[in-house]
């Protein structure tokens, strides 16, 4: 995205100074006939648009940010949260806001302890967490409540924690939606499998087990059992998971729908395909790279969609409402809108997703 146009680049090219620009935006006259000319003709020409967070507190203060979230690449998950979190910071760059990464690899609960004890020293304004571990973000947000610094989350609702605003898909329902879609897609008298992921600590992702709850309440309340049986794939090792996977359905040859928990699906996927095995239904989560080629390929049936680039976009702006005017929401907790992506809508994504 091109860069906006500051209040400080505007009162260059005016010739006036910062506060003229500020008092003129903000209708507060004491200005000369002159200045507003010369700052209104500067404002037609470079179409700039007030923004309603632009004020003279903000341009005279700066705030630090972190932001600590999974390592964010390009066409996974967390890449596309991080666009949605710098897409916001553009379009508020009036507003002097520091930024730092504070990353952590999302399958090791070592790695996420080790970011989170380092965001006290960097002294923050308020952080952005997309939670992963349970125990290890409640342990962080008791150190900031501690310090008065506001936070918001991403991705996860963590319990006994107590978050400026929220923003992230309704977990449960999502699993109850998987739950749902299994057993429209399968024979009622097939098995179904759930696959979580492997991680190094004692300690699973909060994301998987709220989608597991849903999942499994979804099942409880039918008029009829399903067997499920549950497995665990290594993200970090996908050669040992491909063995793996294949052991596990020749082990369970009833199996004929498979929920992946996470946005891995398609390593699933690519070990039933390497198999000549067509007959299992998969359903995952997320737009990611790897999974849109699946759902092309017709070898994933249906993706769960978080918008996650709208949850790292509306995390920022909520940042903001509280440092600039300490707004404090009623409603904490926005749930994102959970779409079903199946091969004959993909196309209509594209907006959220390079091929």
Same mark, same amino acid.
């Given at each position: 995205?091109?860069?906006?146009?500051?209040?400080?680049?505007?009162?260059?090219?005016?010739?006036?100074?910062?506060?003229?620009?500020?008092?003129?935006?903000?209708?507060r006259?004491?200005?000369?006939?002159k200045?507003?000319?010369?700052v209104?003709?500067?404002?037609?020409?470079?179409?700039?648009?007030?923004?309603?967070?632009?004020?003279?507190?903000s341009?005279?203060?700066?705030?630090?940010?972190?932001?600590?979230?999974?390592?964010?690449?390009?066409?996974e998950?967390?890449?596309?949260?991080?666009?949605?979190?710098?897409?916001?910071?553009?379009?508020?760059?009036?507003?002097?806001?520091?930024?730092?990464?504070?990353?952590?690899n999302?399958?090791?609960?070592?790695?996420?302890?080790?970011?989170?004890?380092?965001?006290?020293?960097?002294?923050?304004?308020?952080?952005?967490?997309?939670?992963t571990?349970?125990?290890?973000?409640?342990?962080?947000?008791?150190?900031?409540?501690?310090?008065?610094?506001?936070?918001?989350f991403?991705?996860?609702?963590?319990?006994?924690t =107590?978050?400026?605003?929220?923003?992230?898909? !309704?977990?449960? /329902?999502?699993?109850? @939606?998987?739950?749902?879609? +299994?057993?429209? &897609?399968?024979?009622?008298?097939?098995?179904?499998?759930?696959?979580?992921?492997?991680?190094?600590?004692?300690?699973?992702?909060?994301?998987?087990?709220?989608?597991?709850?849903g999942?499994?309440?979804?099942?409880?309340?039918?008029?009829?059992?399903?067997?499920?049986?549950?497995?665990?794939?290594?993200?970090?090792?996908?050669?040992?998971?491909?063995?793996?996977?294949?052991?596990?359905?020749?082990?369970?040859?009833?199996?004929?729908?498979?929920?992946?928990? =996470?946005?891995?699906?398609?390593?699933?996927? !690519?070990?039933? /395909?390497?198999?000549? @095995?067509?007959?299992?239904? +998969?359903?995952? &989560?997320?737009?990611?790279?790897?999974?849109?080629?699946?759902?092309?390929?017709?070898?994933?049936?249906?993706?769960?969609?978080?918008?996650?680039?709208?949850?790292?976009?509306?995390?920022?702006?909520?940042?903001?409402?509280?440092?600039?005017?300490n707004?404090?929401?009623?409603?904490?907790?926005?749930?994102?809108?959970?779409?079903i992506?199946?091969?004959?809508?993909?196309?209509?994504?594209?907006?959220?997703?390079?091929?």
């Amino acid at each position: 995205m091109a860069r906006q146009v500051k209040i400080k680049d505007i009162a260059q090219m005016a010739g006036v100074s910062a506060g003229t620009v500020d008092r003129i935006l903000h209708n507060r006259g004491n200005v000369s006939s002159k200045s507003r000319e010369a700052v209104e003709k500067v404002l037609a020409e470079t179409g700039y648009k007030f923004n309603i967070h632009t004020s003279a507190v903000s341009l005279k203060k700066a705030y630090k940010l972190v932001i600590a979230i999974p390592t964010a690449i390009d066409g996974e998950y967390w890449g596309t949260v991080r666009k949605g979190i710098e897409h916001a910071l553009d379009e508020y760059s009036d507003i002097a806001i520091d930024c730092e990464y504070a990353f952590y690899n999302q399958f090791d609960i070592f790695s996420c302890r080790n970011s989170f004890r380092s965001i006290a020293e960097k002294k923050p304004s308020a952080v952005i967490i997309g939670a992963t571990f349970a125990s290890e973000t409640v342990a962080l947000c008791r150190r900031l409540d501690k310090e008065d610094i506001p936070y918001v989350f991403v991705d996860s609702v963590i319990d006994k924690t =107590n978050p400026s605003e929220t923003y992230s898909s !309704d977990q449960n /329902a999502c699993g109850r @939606i998987v739950g749902r879609l +299994l057993n429209l &897609f399968t024979p009622k008298d097939a098995e179904l499998a759930v696959f979580g992921s492997r991680r190094i600590g004692n300690e699973r992702a909060n994301n998987s087990m709220t989608r597991m709850k849903g999942l499994m309440e979804y099942f409880g309340s039918l008029g009829y059992r399903r067997i499920i049986k549950e497995s665990r794939i290594s993200v970090q090792e996908p050669e040992e998971s491909k063995k793996d996977i294949i052991r596990f359905l020749e082990d369970n040859p009833a199996v004929k729908g498979i929920a992946v928990l =996470n946005s891995r699906g398609y390593i699933v996927a !690519d070990s039933l /395909a390497a198999c000549g @095995i067509k007959d299992i239904r +998969l359903v995952s &989560f997320d737009l990611t790279v790897n999974n849109i080629r699946c759902v092309k390929d017709g070898t994933i049936s249906a993706i769960i969609c978080q918008r996650p680039e709208l949850q790292g976009f509306h995390a920022v702006k909520a940042i903001i409402r509280t440092l600039l005017y300490n707004i404090k929401e009623k409603n904490v907790h926005h749930f994102m809108p959970t779409d079903i992506v199946i091969k004959e809508n993909l196309p209509m994504y594209k907006e959220i997703y390079v091929e």
